[in-house]
């Protein structure tokens, strides 16, 4: 079974860096395509960024495309995502999600995710 927990998450100021976590307590994380999302007050959950089998591909969304870094550890089953030169339009609570197992690619919609975190709340400070 598929459990995901979120870490990481905190208020930083403009331009500052934070790292998330999320671990997997399953048995399958090696065999998913893994994802983070985030949703900002007042708006729906957007793609942030996500990660194949393998950590080989990965994808971004424009928005976070050279601050932002997805990697991920099977044999700890946790996937990361290295924020940088954060900005106030970061600021949202971020979900991780597992994909099905044995699908390979990334993927960006979110109804491609089968698992999802409770989240972790990100906030940028002007």
């Known amino acids: 079974q598929v459990q995901l927990r979120e870490s990481g998450g905190g208020w930083v100021e403009v331009g500052g860096a934070l790292t998330l976590s999320c671990a997997d307590s399953?048995?399958?994380?090696?065999?998913?395509?893994m994802g983070w999302f985030r949703q900002a007050p007042g708006k729906g959950r957007e793609f942030v960024a996500s990660?194949?089998?393998?950590?080989?591909?990965?994808q971004y969304a424009d928005p976070v495309k050279g601050r932002f870094t997805i990697s991920r550890d099977n044999a700890e089953s946790t996937v990361h995502l290295q924020m940088n030169n954060l900005k106030p339009e970061d600021t949202a609570i971020y979900y991780c999600?597992?994909?099905?197992?044995?699908?390979?690619?990334?993927?960006?919609?979110?109804?491609?995710?089968?698992?999802w975190g409770q989240g972790t709340q990100v906030t940028v400070s002007s």
């Open positions: 990660i194949n089998w393998s950590g080989s591909r990965t």
């Open positions: 999600a597992a994909g099905p197992a044995g699908i390979r690619g990334t993927f960006s919609p979110a109804a491609s995710y089968d698992y």
């Open positions: 399953g048995r399958t994380f090696y065999d998913r395509t």
